[in-house]
């Protein structure tokens, strides 16, 4: 089944250090892929969706200076969180489409990444 | 207006006994796209089922089942025998076949807890 990596894991930086986080579609091409954030308790909150070769399309109210994403390859896309803040801190979690499956296939998601400012 | 709502935001139930989750959602579209995530513990989503508007066939798989109806826009999810391994969030979501993005619009989730 279509797999979609995401890295790190977790991690835990100081405020004003910035994080990248990895995703990667290890059987599958994605042109696409999506970014989201999930805050304890609640639903994904669609961010940005990461286009290859292509500047990402962000969310009204998502600053796109903060969250910078890089869509390089057809299987790789990384979000940068810039100057993090403890209001930063949050679940964030990737999601791929593969592309020889068509525009309504089911999303994949990465494991997602535990993100702690402190 | 929300696209997808999921009314339940808790659910407990003792192991053994069936559930199901309600979805409804809400469309201009004629041709969509339902789907069914679950979310365990460890935070990852795992695709359950997808369905085309077009296709009103309930589904069956394992102890899972899906009752889509058009007529009420609900897309229901029943676990039957339900087990402790079952105590997740589940997130019903749809996609509209029309929009250029095609950007998947979750529920805000059931937390389901199987009581053993």
């Known amino acids: 089944g279509a797999v979609v990596s995401q890295h790190p894991s977790w991690v835990i930086c100081k405020s004003g250090t910035s994080v990248k986080i990895e995703c990667r579609s290890l059987?599958?091409?994605?042109?696409?892929m999506f970014w989201y954030r999930q805050f304890p308790k609640q639903s994904l909150m669609l961010m940005a969706t990461s286009n290859e070769g292509s500047k990402a399309t962000y969310e009204q109210g998502v600053e796109k200076d903060k969250f910078l994403i890089n869509h390089a390859s057809l299987t790789l896309s990384t979000l940068t969180v810039t100057s993090a803040h403890p209001e930063d801190s949050s679940f964030y979690i990737c999601?791929?489409?593969?592309?020889?499956?068509?525009?309504?296939?089911?999303?994949?998601f990465g494991n997602g990444t535990r993100l702690t400012v402190t | 207006a929300q696209k997808v709502t999921q009314a339940q935001t808790e659910i407990s139930v003792v192991e053994k006994e069936d559930v199901t989750l309600d979805c409804v959602y809400e469309?201009?579209?004629?041709?969509?796209?339902l789907f069914w995530y679950k979310q365990p513990p460890s935070g990852e989503l795992v695709f359950l089922i997808r369905?085309?508007?077009?296709?009103?066939q309930n589904e069956i798989s394992g102890r899972y089942s899906w009752n889509f109806q058009k007529s009420t826009s609900s897309f229901n999810f029943t676990i039957t025998a339900s087990q402790v391994v079952d105590s997740a969030v589940y997130f019903c979501?749809?996609?509209?076949?029309?929009?250029?993005?095609?950007?998947?619009?979750f529920g805000t989730g059931t937390s389901l807890t199987v009581i053993p």
């Open positions: 369905r085309n508007s077009f296709d009103e």
């Open positions: 979501a749809l996609s509209e076949a029309g929009f250029a993005g095609n950007q998947f619009y």
């Open positions: 059987d599958f091409q994605a042109t696409t």
């Open positions: 999601s791929a489409r593969d592309n020889d499956r068509g525009l309504n296939s089911p999303l994949h």
């Open positions: 469309t201009r579209d004629t041709t969509y796209y």
